[in-house]
């Protein structure tokens, strides 16, 4: 079935160094990619989302890159902060058009080391 | 806050007992989810139902039955539950089923005994 691979499982680095996470998508009609952050005791949230029309989205520190024909997609998070330490979720869309359910990936737990 | 709510947050039960989770979104949308959330697996979907009409049904064991009264709440109704289900039960909205964003509750912590 379609499915959704996300790396890596775990990732620790320094206060003020970047974050990239990677996924990989099996869908060729996949044309959604969200990205949630999962904090403890919380319910994913929607940080940014990409569509298959752009190769490249950025929002302040945060940015996501797609790659269609390699069917990949990226997360960059610059200047990381104490604050950014969370679980982080991939998805993408399955299916055509409208009807598409998203498949998420597997996690990272994300750790900003002060 | 997301305008998406659930209750109860925690939730322990054994395995003959009958209970339901709650999902409320006060955000105006038309679709619901359900996801169940284990240590270590990716976020599963469980049940979709747009304008109040299941559109998903994945492959869900029948000791789960969702409910959809309404576009604004959404029920999972549980009973003879084994302790495998233990997990994080979360609930999502949307502006309309499929790609739009979807917004996700708390979750409920379900652990069954």
């Known amino acids: 079935g379609e499915n959704v691979e996300q790396h890596p499982s775990t990732l620790s680095v320094q206060e003020g160094d970047s974050a990239v996470i990677k996924c990989t998508y099996s869908d060729s009609a996949s044309n959604y990619f969200p990205w949630y952050k999962q904090e403890l005791g919380k319910g994913p949230q929607l940080i940014i989302d990409i569509r298959s029309n752009v190769g490249e989205k950025k929002d302040q520190r945060i940015a996501v890159t797609l790659n269609k024909t390699a069917k990949h997609f990226s997360l960059h998070i610059t200047e990381t902060q104490p604050e950014d330490s969370a679980v982080y979720f991939c998805a993408a869309s399955i299916g055509s058009g409208n009807t598409g359910k998203l498949i998420f990936g597997q996690g990272t737990t994300l750790q900003v080391k002060p | 806050e997301t305008g998406v709510t659930q209750t109860p947050r925690h939730l322990v039960m054994g395995m003959t007992n009958k209970k339901s989770l709650k999902c409320e979104q006060h955000?105006?949308?038309?679709?619901m989810y359900w996801y169940k959330q284990s240590a270590k697996k990716p976020l599963e979907l469980m049940f979709v139902?747009?304008?109040?009409?299941?559109?998903e049904n994945n492959s869900v064991p029948s000791r789960f039955s969702p409910e959809c009264p309404n576009s604004s709440h959404l029920f999972l109704h549980l009973h003879t539950l084994q302790p495998e289900d233990s997990a994080l039960y979360l609930c999502a909205s949307s502006w309309e089923w499929g790609t739009d964003t979807q917004y996700f509750g708390p979750g409920t912590r379900l652990t069954v005994l």
């Open positions: 139902y747009s304008l109040e009409e299941r559109v």
């Open positions: 955000l105006g949308h038309n679709a």
